[in-house]
């Protein structure tokens, strides 16, 4: 399991309880850093042709297993 710093951690909470709104916690960065640990994928939430592309993020199994208690 990742050694995650707080801030880490407490953006995989937000992830978890469906706040995808990046911001003070969830930068660019720590996101980038979850994704290459593997706990959090990009999903597409919105696919219309006319639209722009639109994505979510959500936790992996990994992701779940590092806010696991233990």
């Known amino acids: 399991m990742p050694n995650l710093d707080p801030t880490e951690r407490e953006c995989l909470r937000r992830i978890a309880r469906g706040n995808?709104?990046?911001g003070v916690v969830c930068t660019d960065q720590?996101?980038?850093r979850l994704a290459e640990l593997g706990l959090i994928e990009q999903v597409p939430t919105l696919a219309l042709p006319l639209e722009m592309?639109?994505?979510?993020?959500r936790l992996t199994t990994a992701g779940h297993a590092a806010?696991?208690?233990?």
Request: aromatic share 0%; no cysteine; hydrophobic share 40%.
């Open 53 to 57: 592309p639109r994505s979510a993020v």
């Open 20 to 22: 995808t709104d990046t």
């Open 67 to 70: 806010l696991a208690p233990g």
């Open 30 to 32: 720590v996101l980038r």
